[in-house]
C-alpha cells in the first residue's frame, strides 16, 4: 500500500515531541538536563574562545602588515592558546554528545519495547499493514532518531549562540555586510526548500524498501530448510532481486535529486566565500580598515553564515531525520491507538472475563474475527470440570485455534461470558513452539517455572517425555548455550513443550495441535501422564486416536455451529465417531 510522503507539518513535530517527552521529562529527566546544561556551558566556551582566536588572527594579520614584532609575537601566542585551550574543551563536548545520545537512545527504546509488549502489541502488530518491520523501528530507527535528532539540537544551539557572538564582531567592521549576510541566508533557504523538498518522501521509502530486503534475507535465513525441500531457492532469490531493485530503483531517484540540490548549495557556499570580501575590500582599500579587518570579517562570515544557513546546509539530513520521525511516529501512534482500544474493551467490551474460576466456564459464547468481519462460534455453552478434558475438532478455518485465542484473551470481538484461572496459571501449547536461544535449563524453564527446579528434577521430566537423552547433547550440563530450533526436530520440539508443561504444572492447559508431529507411542505417552495426574486440558487435533485421552469431544461447524459429546457415552459408537473424525473433521 503506497503511503502518502512524510512533510515538515504539525504533525511530525507532535511526534518530535512525544518521542522526546520519555527522556527529557520522565524518570530520567535529571540525567537528560545535566548533559544538555553540560554541552551548552561547553558550547559557550568553545563559541567564546573561538572569537578570541578570530581575533588573534586578524590582529596577527595586522602585526605582520605593519612588521610589528612585538604584536605579531604577542598575538602568535595568543593564538595557540587559545587552540591549546580549543583542544580539551572539543573532546569533553564530544564525550557528553555521545553520552546524552547514548542515555537517550536507552531511555526511547526501553519505551518502545515495553509499549511493543504491552497488551500484547506484538501480537496485533504482526496482522497489521499500517506498521512493516517494527523491530527495525525499535532498533535502527531509534537509534538513527536520537542520534539525528541530537545532533540537529546541537546545532540549533550553537548556531543561536555563534549567531549572537559573531554578529557583534561583523557589526564592528560593516553593517551593511550583516544585512547583506542575513538577506542571502534567506533566499538560499527557501530556494533549497523548494528545490529539495521531495527528498523528505524519497528519504522515507527508502528506509521501508530497505527494511523490506533485509526482513526478505532474515525470512530465507529462519526459513532454510522449508525452503530447502522445496528446492525454492530460484523462487527467493528472484523475490530478494525484486527487494534489492525496489531499494537501488528508488535509491537512483534519491541521488539525482541530491545532485539537483548539490548544484544549488554548491554554488550558495562558493558565493559566500567572496561576499565578505566584497564588502570589506573597499574599507581597506579607503584605508579605513587593516588587512587583519578581512580576515576577521571572513572567518565572522563563515561561521554566521554557517549558522543561519542550517536549513540549506544540512537539508539532505533533515530530509532523512523527517522520514525517520515519521516512522518511528507511526509506530507510536499505533501503540496509542492499541492502549486506547484496550482501554475501550475494558470499560464496554462484550465479551465479560472473570479470572477467579479454578477452570472453563463457557456461557452464551459468539466468537468472530479480530475485525468483527465473521461470526466463528454462535452461543456457546460448556463447562469442564477440574480434572476434565476436552477435545475440539472442526475442520480447517471452522474457528478451532480462534476459540482459544478467545479464552486466552488475544482476541476479543465478541459476545457472551468467559470464566477462566488467572492467566498465570493457564498455559497454552502450539503445534509450533517456541524453542530460544540459550541453555537448556532455560528452554525448558520457558517463560518461567512456579519454582526453579534442579537438576535430577529436569532429567525426571525429559524421562517423562522421552527426552532423556538429551541432555547428553550438551555434555549433560544444562547450562550449555544451544540453537535448539536447528538442533532438535518438530516432535522433539513438541515433547520439549509438554516438559515445559510438565514443570510449570498450571490450572489448566490449552494444546493447539501439540503432538501433531509425535509418532503414537510418544502421543500415548504424553496424554497418559496428564490423564493419569488429573491435568485439566484442552485439546484441538484432527487425529482419531485423540479421542481416547478426552473425557468431551467439541464438534465445530463452518456455519458458526456446534455440538458437544461425552465420549464415554459414544463407546458404543466410537469406530464410527472414529471415521467420521478422521478424514471429515
Not at 528506509?207 to 530465507?220: D, H, K, P, Q, S
Not at 524453542?435 to 537448556?440: A, E, K, Q, V
Request: proline share 4%.
Amino acid at each position: 500500500m503506497a503511503r502518502q510522503p512524510p512533510k515538515f507539518t504539525r504533525h511530525v513535530w507532535s511526534q518530535l515531541w512525544r518521542l522526546s517527552k520519555p527522556f527529557f521529562f520522565g524518570k530520567t529527566w535529571r540525567r537528560a538536563w545535566f548533559l544538555l546544561a553540560a554541552l551548552l556551558s561547553l558550547s559557550l566556551l568553545v563559541t567564546y574562545v573561538g572569537i578570541k582566536a578570530n581575533m588573534a588572527n586578524g590582529n596577527f594579520v595586522n602585526a605582520l602588515q605593519i612588521r610589528d614584532d612585538k604584536g605579531y609575537s604577542y598575538w602568535l601566542k595568543f593564538y595557540l592558546a587559545t587552540f591549546a585551550l580549543s583542544v580539551p574543551l572539543a573532546a569533553f563536548y564530544r564525550y557528553c554528545e555521545e553520552r546524552l545520545g547514548l542515555s537517550w537512545r536507552d531511555v526511547l527504546a526501553r519505551t518502545l519495547m515495553q509499549r511493543y509488549f504491552h497488551n500484547r502489541a506484538y501480537f496485533h502488530l504482526g496482522s497489521s499493514e499500517a506498521i512493516d518491520n517494527p523491530d527495525q523501528r525499535i532498533s535502527e530507527d531509534a537509534k538513527n532518531f536520537t542520534i539525528t535528532t541530537l545532533s540537529f539540537l546541537l546545532i540549533i544551539m550553537n548556531s543561536v549562540i555563534q549567531i549572537v557572538g559573531y554578529t557583534g564582531v561583523l557589526m564592528a567592521i560593516s553593517p551593511r555586510l550583516v544585512a547583506a549576510l542575513f538577506g542571502y541566508a534567506f533566499f538560499g533557504t527557501a530556494g533549497a526548500y523548494l528545490i529539495g523538498k521531495r527528498l523528505i518522501g524519497l528519504n522515507y521509502m527508502q528506509y521501508e524498501r530497505e527494511a523490506n530486503f533485509r526482513y526478505g534475507l532474515v525470512r530465507v535465513r529462519d526459513n532454510a530448510e522449508s525452503i530447502a525441500f522445496y528446492r525454492g531457492e530460484r523462487r527467493e532469490l528472484n523475490d530478494l532481486r525484486a527487494r534489492l531493485g525496489a531499494v537501488v530503483g528508488n535509491m537512483m531517484v534519491l541521488i539525482r535529486w541530491n545532485r539537483n540540490l548539490a548544484f544549488f548549495t554548491t554554488g550558495y557556499n562558493s558565493l559566500a566565500l567572496i561576499l565578505p570580501v566584497l564588502f570589506v575590500a573597499p574599507l581597506y582599500l579607503q584605508g579605513k580598515v587593516g588587512l587583519g579587518e578581512i580576515t576577521k570579517a571572513t572567518g565572522a562570515f563563515a561561521v554566521v553564515l554557517a549558522a543561519v544557513s542550517m536549513v540549506i546546509t544540512q537539508f539532505e539530513r533533515l530530509s532523512a531525520f523527517a522520514a525517520g520521525v515519521t516512522r518511528l511516529g507511526d509506530l507510536w501512534d499505533y501503540l496509542d491507538e492499541r492502549d486506547a482500544e484496550d482501554d475501550l474493551d475494558q470499560e464496554g467490551e462484550n465479551i465479560d472475563i472473570c479470572e477467579e474460576e479454578r477452570t472453563i466456564v463457557l456461557e452464551d459464547l459468539t466468537v468472530k474475527t479480530p475485525q468483527g468481519q465473521r461470526v466463528l462460534l454462535k452461543d456457546l455453552t460448556f463447562r469442564l470440570p477440574p480434572g476434565g478434558s476436552l477435545l475440539i475438532m472442526g475442520e480447517s478455518g471452522s474457528g478451532k485455534s480462534s476459540l482459544l485465542r478467545t479464552i486466552a484473551g488475544l482476541w476479543s470481538c465478541g459476545e457472551g461470558f468467559i470464566g477462566r484461572p488467572p492467566y498465570r496459571n493457564m498455559m497454552f501449547l502450539p503445534q509450533r513452539p517456541y524453542m530460544i536461544p540459550g541453555s537448556l535449563r532455560n528452554l525448558l524453564e520457558y517463560p518461567g517455572a512456579k519454582q526453579k527446579p534442579d537438576d535430577n528434577k529436569l532429567r525426571e521430566v525429559l524421562k517423562i517425555v522421552n527426552l532423556r537423552n538429551l541432555a547428553g547433547r550438551v555434555e549433560n550440563d544444562f547450562d550449555r548455550e544451544a540453537d535448539w530450533s536447528n538442533m532438535l526436530s518438530l516432535g522433539e520440539q513438541q515433547r520439549v513443550s509438554f516438559a515445559r508443561l510438565l514443570l510449570r504444572k498450571p490450572a489448566i492447559a490449552f494444546l493447539d495441535e501439540s503432538t501433531s508431529a509425535l509418532d503414537e507411542p510418544n502421543e500415548e505417552r504424553a496424554y497418559h501422564y496428564l490423564r493419569e495426574h488429573r491435568y485439566t486440558y484442552v485439546s484441538v487435533g484432527h487425529r482419531s486416536t485423540l479421542l481416547q485421552h478426552h473425557d468431551w469431544l467439541m464438534k465445530i461447524g463452518k456455519d458458526a455451529t456446534w455440538e458437544i459429546h461425552k465420549i464415554s457415552e459414544m463407546e458404543e459408537q466410537l469406530p464410527d465417531a472414529a471415521r467420521q473424525a478422521g478424514p471429515g473433521l
